[in-house]
Nanobody, 116 residues
């Protein structure tokens, strides 16, 4: 049974930090490209950051470059998103995604709210 379980979301003040985790099971994690997406109310889901299988190549949305860092631990089947200098516009549900060829897996999402 494939599972992607996100954790680490919550309420944080502007300028604060959060670390999201996504624990994967039921598939060969190490061969999957892993990504974080987010969806704010009334908006389309957007790619936040992605990381290739061995962790050597990453990409980020322009809006989060320099503030967010994606990483993965293939031994723990886990992908992380370190979010620093959070802004109110970062408020969204954050989703973990695993992709290999035409196969796509999604987590259930974790809410991140940035507000004073």
């Amino acid at each position: 049974q494939v599972q992607l379980v996100e954790s680490g979301g919550g309420l944080v003040q502007p300028g604060g930090s959060l670390r999201l985790s996504c624990a994967a099971s039921g598939f060969s994690f190490s061969i999957y490209r892993m990504s974080w997406y987010r969806q704010a109310p009334g908006k389309e889901r957007e790619l936040v950051a992605g990381i290739e299988t061995a962790g050597g190549s990453t990409n980020y949305a322009d809006s989060v470059k320099g503030r967010f860092t994606i990483s993965r631990d293939n031994a723990k089947n886990t992908v992380y998103l370190q979010m620093n200098s959070l802004k109110p516009e970062d408020t969204a549900v954050y989703y973990c995604n695993g992709r290999w060829r035409a196969v796509n897996y999604w987590g259930q999402g974790t809410q991140v709210t940035v507000s004073s």
